[in-house]
């Protein structure tokens, strides 16, 4: 990419050089990678390379010893205002691995109480807002549900709905479905899946390499607190460089 169009076009997300230790355990050694606008990437790699963490300091859910992050071109770890970096922070949607829905709301209430509280959002037109995205994610007949009333599934299409209520430009999602029985998985798959095909920029934690092969525009793979290979599905899967990712990928068959 040329300078000019790199700077009319910049990256959704950028991470320059990020380190971060854990005491003496340094988890991230030093990550160049980006995210352009629109595009989908999958982060794989064996348990404890870093996924998680990585992922977390976009939204500053983890500090960085060094480095930089940018999202939508917000410095995400600069010093700010509290008030400014959590504007920036409810800019990104993250998606947990256990749901984490506020148990003692409702659905429709779940999915409407940032916009209410954050953003100011009047309640009738946050609630509307909220039957739409419920409608999109296949639960409109749930709003008036407690999250312990609903599946696995059920909640985190309900989490995705919630993340997706603030109007987010980019989309964060670590294993969003690990926790669900096998069952339930393609359900929530298929609603990223449209998610994606609407064009949302989207960075996802997932060991679902058949999600990974028919969504993402790119694969990281990461080991020991370094992206080792950034490339498209379609030569990742085919024609991983690294022993590492070639292990790997035959321990996933
Ligand atoms: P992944 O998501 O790829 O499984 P993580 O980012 O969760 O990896 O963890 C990477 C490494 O950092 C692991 O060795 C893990 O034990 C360690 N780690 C993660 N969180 C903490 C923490 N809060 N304190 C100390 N070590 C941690
Ligand atoms: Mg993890």
Redesign the pocket.
């Known amino acids: 990419m040329t300078l000019t169009q790199s700077s009319q076009n910049p990256p959704m997300i950028r991470l320059s050089g990020v380190r971060k230790s854990?005491?003496h355990?340094e988890?991230l050694k030093g990550i160049d990678a980006e995210v352009a606008r629109g595009e989908v990437v999958v982060v794989c790699?064996p348990?404890?390379?870093?996924?998680?963490?990585?992922i977390r300091t976009v939204n500053r859910l983890e500090e960085i010893a060094s480095g930089s992050i940018t999202c939508d071109g917000n410095d995400m770890h600069g010093s700010v205002p509290a008030s400014e970096m959590n504007r920036r922070r409810s800019r990104i949607g993250f998606v947990f691995q256990n749901f984490n829905l506020f148990p003692h709301l409702s659905v429709l209430d779940n999915i409407a109480m940032s916009p209410i509280r954050v953003k100011g959002v009047a309640r009738d037109v946050a609630r509307s807002k909220a039957k739409q995205l419920l409608d999109r994610v296949g639960l409109a007949d749930k709003a008036g549900a407690f999250p312990a009333q609903l599946s696995g599934g059920q909640q985190q299409r309900v989490a995705i709905a919630r993340a997706l209520a603030m109007e987010p430009p980019v989309m964060l999602f670590d294993e969003p479905t690990s926790a669900l029985d096998p069952e339930m998985v393609g359900e929530v798959l298929a609603v990223m899946k449209t998610l994606a095909a609407d064009g949302m920029t989207m960075m996802c934690?997932t060991h679902e390499m058949g999600f990974a092969r028919d969504v993402a525009d790119r694969v990281w793979f990461?080991d020991d607190g370094l992206i080792l290979e950034a490339a498209p599905p379609k030569e990742f899967f085919s024609n991983p460089q690294h022993a590492r990712a070639q292990r790997f990928l035959a321990d996933l068959r």
């Open positions: 854990y005491g355990f988890v790699g348990s404890g390379s870093g996924k998680s963490t990585l934690v990461m």
